[in-house]
């Protein structure tokens, strides 16, 4: 099944009003960022929102009126869970007897696990505290006849996968627990998990595949086209389109206006190759989409495109040579010089290209130099080209997508035409 269309979105928005908790992924900056973009695109009632983060816990809680959780999931890319708060700010006795009292109402056999949030890093500490605390629930519903199974894990967070494969947001429950900085808890209950295995199929089925340049992992893609702001009518243009990660997740989402540009006839084949795909996987319908995809060079893509006919701009560009990591400092310099002077001819190109206030979410490289990062500064250079930018979630800007064994970067930006 496709992910959720913000038509979809809309038309489903619910009145509850209890908090709910998004776990955030790895990069939790960027994924609090697109949730708060979903959020407040798709609420007929923004004014009603609020977001609440703490850099101690992967934990961003929204209070306000939301979607079916199991649809909202399946439109967000750095989601991992989406639970609904119970209670707060109580004691672990308090915790004990909520729990117990939800899994009262579970018919037949009780399905339980827990998952434990915590400012402490004692893992030891932690994880024997859920592990007892899972056993004195268990043997008080055993007590009183009830038929019971705790789901254990080596680590105090359940994973999705564990999660999904026990059905714990189905016939059995997961609980997530936070214990707060003065030694309170607040507790929440699991309605819906990442899609991991449609994500997997996203990444490792496409028959369009570039293991030596890279490509752009489907969850990155998708966060990314909902940092855009984009309304389903939009006309989107990646002009980088590499093997077609964007397109093919603007479909996903039901955007039906898709342009794809590359320099290497190898990317418009892959491109191609992973559209027709993803309308077949996902049994999308095809009598309605609008796909163009082409070998352009960027630096004359306004000679191949009407001015002012894009909506958007979403595009991972260029990253440059494959790092060994035996590069320089002064090679890594003279690379990120060579980038910077393409991503400008791109963005003037861009303002031509682009509608009244339209919308660049874009992708610049940085090189891992031993314990720093060598960034391409071309933040002035845009603006001066008739840009302004536009702070993600916390006044943000750019977001920085990386792992820490990674020796390129990614910062993610956004630009609004003026």
Not at 61 to 70: A, E, R, T
Not at 164 to 188: D, P, Y
Not at 259 to 266: A, C, F, L, Q
Not at 281 to 295: E, G, T, V
Request: proline content about 5%; glycine content about 6%; some cysteine.
């Amino acid at each position: 099944m496709p992910a959720p269309t913000q038509k979809q979105t809309r038309s489903t928005l619910s009145q509850k009003t209890m908090p709910y908790w998004f776990i955030l992924g790895r990069e939790r900056a960027i994924s609090a960022s697109e949730i708060e973009s979903v959020l407040t695109y798709s609420s007929d009632n923004k004014a009603g929102l609020s977001f609440q983060r703490s850099e101690n816990f992967p934990i961003l809680k929204v209070n306000g009126s939301l979607i079916s959780p199991k649809e909202l999931i399946r439109r967000l890319g750095g989601t991992i869970k989406i639970a609904q708060e119970i209670r707060t700010d109580i004691t672990e006795n308090s915790l004990q007897q909520e729990i117990i009292q939800e899994l009262q109402t579970v018919s037949g056999k009780i399905n339980f696990g827990l998952s434990f949030y915590t400012a402490n890093r004692n893992d030891f500490e932690n994880a024997a505290f859920v592990k007892n605390l899972g056993k004195k629930i268990k043997a008080e519903l055993k007590e009183q006849g009830l038929s019971v199974r705790y789901v254990e894990n080596r680590d105090i967070i359940l994973s999705s996968v564990t999660v999904e494969k026990n059905n714990l947001t189905g016939r059995g429950r997961e609980f997530l627990i936070q214990k707060n900085l003065n030694n309170t808890f607040s507790l929440a209950k699991t309605e819906a998990v990442q899609p991991f295995e449609e994500f997997s199929a996203r990444d490792f089925g496409r028959p369009g595949r570039d293991d030596v340049s890279g490509m752009l992992p489907p969850k990155l893609a998708l966060m990314m086209i909902n940092l855009s702001l984009q309304p389903l009518s939009a006309t989107i243009l990646d002009p980088f389109c590499g093997s077609g990660t964007i397109l093919s997740e603007g479909l996903l989402l039901g955007y039906t206006k898709l342009i794809g540009t590359d320099s290497s006839e190898r990317a418009i084949d892959d491109s191609q190759k992973n559209i027709n795909w993803t309308i077949e996987k996902f049994n999308l319908d095809a009598s309605n989409l609008k796909i163009k995809i082409q070998p352009k060079h960027v630096e004359n893509i306004s000679q191949f495109l009407a001015p002012f006919s894009i909506d958007a701009v979403i595009a991972e560009p260029y990253m440059g040579k494959p790092l060994k990591g035996r590069e320089t400092r002064e090679e890594l310099l003279q690379q990120a010089h060579t980038l910077k002077k393409l991503y400008l001819e791109a963005f003037a190109q861009f303002n031509k290209i682009l509608k009244p206030s339209g919308i660049v979410v874009f992708l610049i490289p940085c090189f891992k130099w031993q314990h720093d990062w060598i960034t391409i500064n071309c933040q002035k250079e845009i603006t001066a080209l008739g840009f302004k930018t536009v702070p993600f979630i916390e006044n943000r800007m750019p977001l920085l997508y990386a792992r820490p064994d990674q020796r390129v970067g990614r910062e993610i930006w956004r630009f609004e035409k003026i």
